[in-house]
């Protein structure tokens, strides 16, 4: 009888401790979220030379300092060209793009290739970049705190070409070199008219005789 009892007393005090336990097991448990994802963009995707890019990144650490690194490369020399030309037979053909070397005298200052920008408490930062040759350039942001990276793409076309004044052959006509033919003409017309009038008169003059003899 006795053994009874102790089997129940411990079947009912392990009954009691699994209780809590598995109440507690029956709870919800906070949901366990992803860290955030790096992002990064650039806008627009395609600039000419002298335009301006500007990046905006997200996803990095609460004012933590991203890092950018620039890496250039040279475009594809069949890539096609903006707009079209139009043959004489009516078809059409893709513009070749104009080559273009820039004044060494007016060369701008080189564009940095690694630079700093400072996030702010949403782990956002935007910053422009005025790129100094054409080419295709790909940005990579990396967060020193975080660790965190994106990277993104920009293509950097040369500046559209300048076309020369267009000429027909001829010197546009002023005023003053207008004036001066106008007033030898009307001159040269004045004395045609003297002559004539002169050649009338001496007709009728040996007509009626007066001519000297």
Known sequence: MRLSRIIMALTVGLAGAAVPTAAGAAQPQPPVYPPPVAALTVHPT?????????????GFAPNETVEIDVSISALPVAAPAEGTARRSDGSTVAMA????????????????????????????????????????????????????????????????????????????????????????????????????LLSVAWRRRGRFGMGSR
């Open 46 to 58: 395609t600039i000419r030379l002298g335009e301006t890019f500007t990046l905006h990144g997200s």
């Open 97 to 196: 793009s104009v080559a273009y070397a820039q004044p060494l005298s007016a060369a701008p200052q080189p564009a940095p290739l690694e630079f700093t920008v400072k996030a702010n408490s949403s782990g956002s930062f935007t910053v422009t970049y005025r790129p100094n040759r054409p080419g295709r350039y790909t940005f990579t942001a990396e967060g020193e705190t975080s660790g965190r990276t994106a990277s993104a793409t920009g293509i950097v076309l040369p500046p559209r070409p300048t076309k020369p004044p267009h000429h027909d052959g001829h010197l546009p006509v002023t005023g003053s070199s207008l004036s001066t033919p106008m007033k030898l003409g009307g001159g040269l017309a004045g004395v045609g008219a003297l002559l004539v």
